[in-house]
């Protein structure tokens, strides 16, 4: 399993078992990896490809993609603290894409254990949240009533 640099520096032994209870699955263009409303005790870590993060739209003109999680990139649910969560958007492929599906449990354990993880994880987080705002406001300035 490619080590991400979130758990990199971890102790070998620590790595083995995240690895060992870690699973790797590859999805097709615009296959479901997690559809709204479904149980998860899992997050999503992108190996390869892209996924979209979609949402039902208020009108007929229907799903909306909010997000776009890249090589590298975590999709989490609303807290580490619950070892399952209902999700509350779809997760699709975008380009053909192999993920990881890391039990949240053991992410939780692992930040637990080692506090620089769990910092790693929130920065990730910080600089994704970041980004979408910039791309928010440049979609947004062309909208703007003069």
Known sequence: MYLHTLVGGLP??????L????ELRSYGCDETVLATGEWTDRLYCVASGLLRVVVQGRSSSGDVTTDLIRQDEFFLGPSLSESRYRARQTLVAAQPSSVY???VSAMRGL???????AVKLLGAAIKRMSAMRGQLRRDAVPALCS
């Open 111 to 117: 930040c637990e254990q080692h506090p620089q993880v």
């Open 101 to 103: 599906l890391v039990p």
């Open 12 to 17: 070998h032994a620590e790595r083995a078992a």
């Open 19 to 22: 690895v060992q209870a870690s």
